[in-house]
């Protein structure tokens, strides 16, 4: 029975990221042209964020309904304001799928490669997402994206946790909390057994049904940080969120 347990979630897994490839295919034909009819950039930039919501969300469902996984959240309703800062930590490939499925006006900051991705540069474009080619530019976008009502995620760590590893979190999520004034929302975000990690393929399945966890936690208040120099203030700050997940995630392990 654990075999044909197992070979299911390896064939619901493998089906269900078929499912999101065919569908990015299907958004980039369908959705991104259809939002062209929005003279106004903000009103197209909010129809193509709020389908990928949509589709994220069904993506997110599937995944359930198959079997492949489950899910636990709390705090959920504290992502309603909108214009927050949310910083996460990076365990898994599908935490950003999550997060924008909770979130109907969520912004990113995505690799610049994928603005020559030929399947994601039109939704990403057209959603206005930013890119982390030059800092200077993601602060300033990144404040000109709260004025518009979106959300931002950020991971601080830039890339997947390696299980049993040490965080190594960048200044991002901190320089752009300072530079705008922002508080920080802070998404604890476990997943057991490990799976989905950065050096392990999708399709090597664990060997019971992996179970994610999505914590909203209180703000961080960064009133502190923003008085002194913002290069020292940023790299306290930066100290202090590595602190908040080492303790947040530490009895998770």
């Known amino acids: 029975m654990k075999m044909l347990d197992r070979l299911w979630r390896l064939l619901a897994t493998g089906f269900s990221f078929l499912v999101f490839g065919v569908g990015c295919l299907l958004f ?45 959240t709390s705090g959920l309703e504290r992502l309603d304001q909108p214009g927050q800062l949310v910083i996460a930590n990076h365990p898994t490939l599908i935490d950003v799928v999550f997060l924008v499925s909770f979130m109907p006006r969520a912004d990113c900051v995505v690799k610049s490669s994928l603005r020559k991705s030929p399947f994601m540069r039109w939704a990403v474009k057209a959603a206005r997402y930013i890119t982390n080619d030059d800092p200077r530019a993601v602060i300033k976008a990144a404040d000109e994206s709260f004025a518009r009502g979106n959300s931002l995620i950020v991971f601080p760590e830039g890339t997947r946790t390696t299980p049993g590893e040490a965080f190594h979190l960048q200044r991002g999520a901190a320089n752009i909390a300072i530079r705008t004034g922002h508080n920080l ?36 208040d960064v009133t502190s940080y923003l008085e002194g120099k913002p290069s020292i203030m940023s790299r306290h700050l930066t100290a202090t969120i590595k602190d908040y997940f080492i303790r947040e995630t530490a009895h998770h392990d």
Request: overall charge positive; charged content about 25%.
């Open 28 to 72: 980039t034909l369908t959705i991104v042209p259809i939002s062209s009819v929005f003279r106004d950039e903000l009103r197209q930039e909010r129809f193509v964020k709020y389908w990928i919501h949509l589709c994220f969300r069904f993506f997110t469902a599937l995944m359930q309904k198959l079997g492949a996984l489950s899910v636990e």
């Open 185 to 220: 929302r802070p998404v604890i975000i476990e997943c057991t057994p490990p799976a989905l990690t950065k050096n392990t393929p999708w399709y090597r399945v664990p060997e019971r049904r992996l179970h994610m966890r999505f914590r909203v936690d209180e703000e961080l």
